[in-house]
């Protein structure tokens, strides 16, 4: 484990910050802030106490530049762009005599926020520790091209070669902490449209598509998660044909294909009087016990006259149900572990801003802890 040197007061969770702010050239100023702002700055004016307060908490020691990589600041503007990935004990930079205290208050009986907000740790879901290292600082870098058709958008490159995360994705803080995760290489996404990132536990390869600058930092953050819960062998992301039939796909598209012939041939017949849209409509609000209009009665009617009504019919309640199976899947992939806590991730990296004292991570968890659901590497030779 790597072992830095900072003034005090000491940082919870992680190792102290000193030689990464070094490489920003922060100010004195903000050294000071870092350091115990309220001694250093007894001069600011009250309405800055606030600020002063987020800066003397301990777990904000990696204060001091504007988030994305915008260099560093005289001020107090960018602390509340403290939070980011979560990291845990097998980090270069954990601290693991927090850790250890950590897991003693908890055995004494204390409250998870209570522990966080002394030590800088707490514990997810999966009963594993986790820690922050903040993405205040973190951004894109500037060698990833320029969509050709819009100067706004980021583009990576199709067939582009040797690119990695380290060369994507500026963030030292995390590469002290995860050497290895430089090396992981990145590709685009391809022809994969809809697709804004994934990583592949399996190759370790992240696979990223181009857009909006903003947009594009949190995706990578977010498969940047998925890649350190490998390492720490935490809680899982995953996808959503986890959780469906392995022929879902081909039975949804024949279905689709069957459903458009079989109406092309209801509408040819009935001359137009047939509008598939309208015949729904019809069936939900027969279906909740409302009274249909006088044209819907009319196209029921029509329709109820064709040969193939009962087949199309049995084919509207197949593609009903298959999408009944898609939508609780997409709803279980939601809930799982590493799922909630990549897309806390994002949310927390974007929590800029006025500043104003963190909030317990667990707290944020967009599925509660008691729905998700833990899934973990399983063991080499598990069939």
Do not use: C
Not at 2 to 17: D, I, K, N, R, Y
Request: aromatic fraction near 8%.
């Amino acid at each position: 484990m790597s072992e830095f040197t900072l003034p005090p007061p000491p940082v919870p969770g992680f190792g102290p910050a000193e030689p990464i702010l070094e490489q920003f050239n922060m100010t004195p100023f903000a050294k000071m802030a870092q350091a115990g702002a309220r001694q250093a700055a007894g001069t600011i004016a009250s309405d800055l106490q606030p600020a002063l307060d987020v800066a003397n908490d301990p777990r904000n020691a990696w204060i001091g530049t504007n988030p994305v990589g915008r260099g560093a600041v005289e001020g107090l503007a960018a602390l509340k762009a403290v939070l980011g990935i979560f990291a845990g004990p097998k980090a270069a930079t954990a601290n693991l005599a927090k850790l250890a205290e950590a897991q003693a208050l908890q055995q004494a009986g204390s409250r998870g926020e209570d522990i966080w907000r002394q030590t800088g740790w707490f514990q997810a879901p999966d009963t594993g520790w986790r820690f922050e290292i903040p993405d205040g600082w973190a951004n894109l870098a500037s060698n990833i091209p320029k969509n050709q058709h819009n100067s706004e958008l980021l583009n990576i490159p199709l067939f582009e070669e040797g690119r990695t995360l380290g060369s994507t994705l500026n963030h030292e803080a995390l590469y002290q902490a995860y050497p290895q995760l430089k090396d992981i290489p990145v590709q685009s996404t391809g022809f994969s449209f809809g697709l804004n990132g994934a990583y592949n536990p399996e190759t370790n390869k992240m696979y990223l598509a181009g857009g909006k600058p903003d947009a594009m930092r949190n995706t990578t953050l977010h498969e940047t998660q998925h890649a350190i819960q490998g390492i720490e062998d935490t809680a899982l992301g995953g996808s959503v044909g986890q959780f469906l039939r392995h022929e879902h796909n081909d039975m949804a598209k024949e279905v689709h294909d069957r459903l458009a012939e079989v109406e092309s041939q209801i509408r040819l017949d009935l001359k137009g009087a047939f509008n598939p849209a309208i015949i729904r409509y019809a069936m939900k609000k027969q279906g909740e016990g409302h009274e249909l209009f006088p044209y819907e009665v009319e196209a029921m009617r029509a329709l109820e006259q064709h040969p193939q009504v009962n087949y199309w019919r049995e084919l509207n309640n197949k593609k009903a149900q298959l999408g009944y199976e898609a939508d609780q899947a997409y709803q279980q992939y939601k809930a799982l572990g590493g799922e909630v806590e990549s897309r806390l991730v994002e949310k927390r990296s974007n929590n800029l801003g006025h500043p104003m004292p963190q909030t317990y991570p667990p707290s944020e968890y967009d599925v509660p802890p008691a729905r998700q659901i833990i899934r973990r590497t399983p063991p080499k030779g598990t069939p």
